[in-house]
């Protein structure tokens, strides 16, 4: 899977999910339960009640993308309780895709730039 760069938000609904739904329903999702913009170029994953399958929405300029992988073997590992929806970071993301149990790593501290700050970096079109 190609995934973007680190500026870009990966939002996990941590709900299972009816995977027969595309890219409405999933758009759908994302503005009714996410409370987020689905254009805004995010990623957002979903996965289905027993963590075998993985869809990813996100916008590309002019349409809609989604990824899908099933597991042949094991489930991903990530909790459904707590909060329906999760911050990740891509590399979160890819841990969880390559079967990595992400509630089990330790992480070091690492300097993050504020929220309130990020708009003053300039990206590249």
């Known amino acids: 899977m190609w995934l973007p760069e680190s500026r870009l938000r990966v939002w996990l609904y941590r709900r299972p999910s009816d995977m027969r739904k595309s890219f409405d329903g999933l758009a759908a999702l994302v503005k009714g339960e996410l409370c987020e913009q689905p254009t ?5 994953a979903f996965l289905n009640r027993r963590r075998t399958l993985m869809k990813v929405l996100y916008f590309e300029r002019g349409g809609y993308c989604v990824w899908s992988k099933r597991l042949e073997q094991g489930q991903f590992q990530v909790a459904f309780a707590g909060a329906h929806k999760a911050l990740l970071e891509p ?4 841990l969880i895709i390559d ?3 992400t ?17 003053l970096i300039e990206y590249p079109v």
């Open 40 to 44: 805004s170029g995010d990623l957002y």
């Open 91 to 94: 590399a979160t993301l890819k």
């Open 99 to 101: 079967g990595i149990d």
């Open 103 to 119: 509630t089990r790593l330790h992480r070091f501290k690492r300097y993050r730039l504020p929220e309130t700050h990020r708009h």
